[in-house]
């Protein structure tokens, strides 16, 4: 169901000279939602962000938040705030200092302003930091302090450009945790650009994938996982197979892709290598026309019954795990 406070982007281009950046864009982001726009290197995620955030100009098209046109509005008056990769932390500013800058440069008194900013630390865990300088942070308080900062504005839609990029692989599990419960607390709109499927798959609500300046495709994970549209979506979300039987294209999903007797049906393949996962083992076959399947087995199941690059084994799945590709 459509809410006023629903994102909508009307056929939104975005072109630098004759570069096509952005192509004809629409989409409806709902209220309330965890949105990753998800997409390789120059796929226009961030340009779709930017001109969302008002930091980039439309070159066609209009973006729709609470009934109004919002494409030519200064990015303050837009009902959106961006969170920057590189937190951009004023370095002389105590925390709270930068929270609450947005609001002294609208005037608002210090004694308010400094409660604002208090609150929003709370909120992400920072009120006993508020006195700090950023270079006395570690770089997830940082990015809490900056989170904070943008959301002290009160966005209905709060727009995260790879926020998670410069944080190492533990920390980058645990601040996803928690921007997805800061979304959830609060009940407004994330958009959250990222190049990483997992992050992706953990965090959405919904994903819009991007590929050469278009949305590929787009609905919840779990939808867009199994139900892979091209062979792009299955092949760049990871996990999946595309098998080619008579002249259609499947994806099939890797976990589904199992070592079978031969006899079964399936695929006579050789073995070039596997790799342990912890849960699972991963083992990458080649078969008929040089295809490179992948097959992930179980871990128990796997050191039952070892396979070695060079030998000979049969692939198989069953039908209805098999999903026909558009392109
Ligand atoms: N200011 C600019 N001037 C000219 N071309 C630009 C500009 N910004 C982006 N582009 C081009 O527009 C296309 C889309 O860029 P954009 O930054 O939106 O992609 P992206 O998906 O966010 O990429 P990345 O993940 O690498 O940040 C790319 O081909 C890029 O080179």
Known sequence: MRSPNDLELVAVTKRYGDAVAV????????????????GPSGCGKSSTLRMIAGHESVTDGAIILDGRDISKLPPAQRGTAMMFQSYALFPHMSVRDNVSFSLKLKGEDKASRHRKANEMLELVGMGHLADRLPDQLSGGQQQRAALARALITKPQVLLLDEPLSALDPFLRVKVREELKKIQRELGISFIHVTHGQDEALALADEIVLMNNAVIEQSGSARDV???PRSEFVARFLGGHNVVSLEGKRYALRSDRTRLVTPGD??????????????THVAVNVIGP??????????????????????DSVRIGWTAQDLHLLAG
């Open 265 to 278: 049906e399936g695929l006579d393949v050789s073995v070039t290598s596997h790799e342990f996962l912890g």
């Open 225 to 227: 996982f199994n139900a």
């Open 289 to 310: 026309g040089d295809v490179e399947l992948t097959a992930m087995v179980p871990e128990e199941q796997f050191y039952a019954a070892p396979v070695e690059p060079g």
């Open 23 to 38: 192509d004809n864009v629409s989409h409806l982001f709902a209220a309330g939602t965890y949105i990753c726009l998800l």
